[in-house]
């Protein structure tokens, strides 16, 4: 806030492309081909960016920009894109739950959309690969090498399986730092199956009156195995608050080709006249 008084957080741009976009990428890098976006009433620029914008390619066109018309083809044809509309109580399985009737009785996957991760394999390809392995859901993890920081998030406490694949046992929400089961925190991505589906709805609200994933997952983990894949070679991206959104910013400044000298430059004489200062 403010800047997402009237526009979706997923939709703040990192660069020249929203949140989302990089989400999305993410999943079709992954092997996904069906995108189901679940949205509300104030989301609808989230359908309008991933449409085809028959006005704007026309003018594109005429003006013979044919890189820009080419980029906003591309957002379009990524995927098949599928909107469902949010219904029941507040928290993150509620969307999940009101996504059921378009995935039916098939494995899926589940992204954030105002949070990313930048890894060599994508992230959620590498879920995707143990899921295949172990045939059981799966939930990303990162390890968390600065302890203090594990109150930020939710801590898997796990049994290891086989390199950096673990059996999730349960997940403790924001522990302290002294009292957290190990250094692996859960971020963002998760390959589930149909069974979620019963739990969501017959889940108790949680904390604050809100629905949780992560509370149907520790169910689900005292069902059948479910394991957690720690991501190699990846950095996460939370645009939740400012400072996470400005970091993000400056990472993807520093790596585009059309920003990265000129913000480099000016990096160097902020530093400069810091120092004179």
Known sequence: ????????????????????????????????????????????????????????????????????LKEVRRIADMANFIYVRQKGPYGNGTPVLSAKKAIGNEPFAVLWGDEFMHARVPRLKQCIQAYNKYKGPV???????????????????????????????SIVEKPKPDKAPSDIALLGAYVLTPDIFPILENLKPGRSGE????????ALA????????????????????????????????????????????????????????
């Open 222 to 277: 005292k069902k059948r195995k479910v394991y957690t894949c720690v991501v190699k070679n990846a950095h996460y991206y939370d645009c939740g608050s400012k400072a996470a959104y400005l970091k993000a910013q400056i990472s993807f400044g520093l790596e585009h080709p059309e920003t990265k000298d000129e913000l480099r430059e000016y990096i160097k004489q902020l530093k400069l006249r810091d120092e004179r200062v």
């Open 1 to 68: 806030m403010p800047a997402t008084k009237a526009m979706p957080k997923e939709m703040l741009p990192i660069v020249d492309k929203p949140v989302i976009q990089y989400v999305v990428e993410e999943a079709v890098a992954s092997g996904i081909t069906d995108i189901i976006i679940v949205t509300g009433w104030h989301k609808r620029s989230i359908e309008d960016h991933f449409d085809y914008p028959f006005e704007l390619e026309k003018r594109l066109e005429e003006a013979g920009k044919e890189k820009e």
């Open 139 to 169: 939930v990303a993890g990162m390890q968390i090498k600065e302890r203090e920081k594990l109150s930020k998030y939710g801590i898997a406490k796990i049994k290891p399986q086989k390199g950096n694949v673990h059996i999730l046992q």
């Open 211 to 218: 629905v949780w994933l992560v509370d149907a997952i520790t």
